[in-house]
Structures are given as C-alpha cells and as structure tokens.
C-alpha cells in the first residue's frame, strides 16, 4: 500500500470512528508543479521548489493553530503527478478546504495576493440533487456557495491594515482556473506575487490565522 492509499485507509477510518459534529478539520494543499512541471522562474529557483516550501512551512503552522486539524500536502519533490490526480484524491476523502498554491516573480511591485475560485459562469447553480455520479466540470457547484463564503472570509481576514502594510489582497476571483477543476470540496487557489524567492515567508502566519478564521462555524 502506497503513502497515499494509506493515508486514504486512515482518514476515512476516522470518519467513520468520529461523529459529524467532532471530527478532525482535513486541509489539503496543493502546491503548483512537479518532477516534470517545474513552473515559473523565481529568481535563481524555480516555482515548483518554491511553492513546496511554502505549503511545508504553512501545514506546520496551521497543525499548531488548528490541533484538531489534519493538513495533507499532495506532493512530495520529485513526485510526477498526472492529471486530475490531486481531484480524485480529495474527492475520496472528507476534505474541510483544498487549497492549490502559486508564486509569481514580481520584483518591481509590493506583494499581492490574489485568490481564485473555479467557475465557469455557474457558480451559484443549485448541484443537481440524487445524482451519483457528478460530472468532473461540474464538480465545484456541490460546494460553490461554501467555497465563495471561505474564500470571502479570507480576504476580509487579510485586508485589515496590520496585514496590509506587508502585502495586496485582490477580491475574489471567480473563473476556471485548472488546478481547481473537478473537486467537490470548498476549494480556492491562492497566487503570490512575490519580489523574492523568500518573500512567501511573510504571508505564512497570516494566511494561516485566516483559514482558522474562515473555517470557523
């Protein structure tokens, strides 16, 4: 059996062994490339290394603020992924939030952060009730008005003047980004213009407390 096979076996024990209203919090990050894409240039890095940096430093922070929180990272360096994988592996678990990460150079201009959400102009169509089996297009309108509430409560979270003075929040972005396509779970990508290829450091704690806070009932 595979990490990932196990780590599935695991949580989905779980689920079963705790009620609704006391089991764990599952995040799931997903950050941007792999073995064969390495993505952007950042300075003397690429985004592939730099996005996984990031998503480690951010499970290590939100497993200290959120103790009853779980936080899956769908790669390791090195790892190949093919397509749809990270989707298929949500879909199979009971994920609370998924969040795909992004970072782009931008060495003239103050860090901003921009989030995204999968549309494809259907956001708020009610899911089709009864159904087994869900198109993977339309996947994200099973928890359309959930992830629009999240991703909501992020950006007011970060676009207080404490945070502002170290980097942009954009509003909510709603159309069909990719690495978002196919999850039924509150999902939201999260790209980081960044003037460094260590300047992510200063969004960690902050984008932390704000999924705490967003995912408080």
């Known amino acids: 059996m ?7 076996f695991i949580l989905l024990i779980c689920a079963q062994i705790y009620p609704a209203d ?8 997903d950050p941007a490339g792999d073995a064969r894409e390495t993505g952007r240039i950042i300075e003397d890095s690429l985004e592939r290394a730099v996005t996984i940096q990031f998503a480690q430093q951010l499970r290590d922070v939100l497993t200290s603020q959120l103790p009853n929180s779980t936080v899956i990272i ?4 090195g790892e190949e992924l093919q397509p749809l994988q990270q989707a298929n592996f949500a879909n199979r678990l009971p994920v609370d939030l998924y969040l795909n ?8 201009h103050k860090p901003t952060l921009q989030i995204y959400q999968f549309s494809l102009g259907d956001t708020f169509v009610a899911p089709s009730q ?6 993977y297009d339309r ?9 629009t509430k999240y991703g909501t409560r992020i950006i007011s979270f970060l676009s207080n003047k404490d ?3 170290f980097f ?6 709603q159309l069909p980004f990719a690495p978002l396509m196919g999850i039924q779970a509150p999902a939201l990508g999260l790209e980081m213009s960044i003037p460094s290829k260590t300047a992510w450091k200063e969004f960690v704690n902050p984008i932390a407390q704000s999924i705490a806070f967003a995912l408080e009932q």
């Open 2 to 8: 595979n990490r990932k096979n196990y780590l599935l």
């Open 22 to 29: 006391h089991r764990k919090v599952t995040i799931m990050l």
């Open 74 to 77: 769908t790669r390791t360096p």
């Open 101 to 108: 990460i992004n970072m782009v150079h931008a060495p003239h």
């Open 130 to 135: 009864g159904l087994a089996m869900i198109p």
């Open 139 to 147: 996947a994200h309108q099973k928890s359309a008005s959930q992830t």
């Open 163 to 165: 945070h502002n003075k």
């Open 168 to 173: 942009m929040v954009e509003p909510l972005y």
